[in-house]
């Protein structure tokens, strides 16, 4: 899969079918959009394209707002190459791309920039400055331009559409388990392990402290059953988010207990994926009361994650 960034112009592509937008978490929405754009590239020879926006309009047009996300970047490039797209072009949004007009946009970027043949977008598409453009706008446009625009129907789960805001609200309320749902995969984030108070292991209970990148969505304080990726296997784990009230109330953390195993994690990079909260998190009146607890979230993170193994199968 190919990767560029900015107007790439006088790069010639093969029939190019395209889609738009930021695609922020790749759920089960995004991936019947791809999904459109790669097959429909294929039977034409062409090039399946995926435009992006880099970094995310909310970030220059609402900076006051705190906008936090499902997937990095990198994610995100693993998502689309595994759909099987061709490539990505992330579009650097300025103040410059947000003040085109719809049909400036269309002109410039779509059409004489990469020259599109057909597109693909959700009904409730909107482009160009202030969001002015509208879908029909688009396939009005599309009809002078010489482009094709197609319209794909939002998936609709669980009552409502899936769409990245409500897994964002999801995974905010701690509903980690229907937002594995409208993901189509458990929610999941990757750091790195940093050197903590080792705290843990002076309970007998190992810890590795994961440095989680601040624009990330990440569920409420708590203990929950996880399953954590290391070095492309998988391992059965207990995670605690929270402020570690029991002993100094300090920095919000990420802390991942590997059970059965006793591996030293120390720079290592993981992968943290949620599949279900035990409890919140509370205060202890010793180290002691709380390492018994542990002891009881471990038992019933193990019967929890064989219980999601077992539905898995079936």
């Known amino acids: ?51 992006t926006f880099d970094p995310h309009p909310v970030k220059i047009l609402a900076p006051q707002v705190d906008l936090r996300f499902l997937t990095s970047p990198e994610e995100k490039l693993d998502r689309f190459r595994d759909a099987g797209i061709d490539e990505v072009v992330f579009l650097e949004f300025d103040q410059v791309i947000a003040a085109l007009p719809p049909e400036a946009f269309v002109d410039q970027v779509l059409c004489q920039t990469f020259k599109l043949k057909e597109i693909f977008v959700g009904q409730h598409f909107a482009f160009g400055h202030k969001r002015a453009g509208k879908f029909s706008d688009l396939a009005v446009l599309g009809g002078q331009y010489g482009f094709a625009v197609h319209p794909v129907a939002p998936v609709e789960a669980h009552g409502s559409i899936v769409s990245s805001t409500r897994i964002r609200q999801l995974i905010e309320a701690g509903d980690v388990s229907l937002a594995a749902r409208l993901l189509g995969r458990r929610y999941a984030v990757t750091g ?123």
């Open 1 to 51: 899969m190919k990767v560029t960034r900015g107007y790439q112009g006088r790069v010639v592509r093969s029939y190019p079918v395209a889609t738009i937008g930021n695609f922020d978490g790749h759920h089960v929405g995004h991936r019947t959009l791809l999904q459109a754009v790669v097959d429909t590239a294929r039977n034409k020879q062409g090039t399946a394209l995926v435009l």
């Open 192 to 314: 790195e392990i940093t050197l903590g108070a080792q705290r843990g292991q002076a309970l007998g209970w190992r810890t590795a402290n994961l440095c989680v990148p601040p624009d990330r969505i990440v569920p409420p304080d708590g203990v929950y059953a996880t399953v954590t990726v290391w070095n492309r296997r998988q391992y059965d784990s207990v995670s605690y988010i929270g402020t570690r009230p029991t002993f100094d109330a300090g920095k919000r953390v990420l802390e991942v207990h590997l059970l059965d195993q006793d591996q030293d994690l120390y720079g290592q990079s993981i992968t943290v994926e949620f599949v279900q909260p035990l409890r919140d998190d509370i205060q202890f009146i010793d180290a002691n009361a709380l390492s018994r607890q542990i002891a009881l979230d471990v038992k019933s993170a193990r019967t929890l994650l064989r219980k999601d193994r077992e539905v898995v199968k079936e």
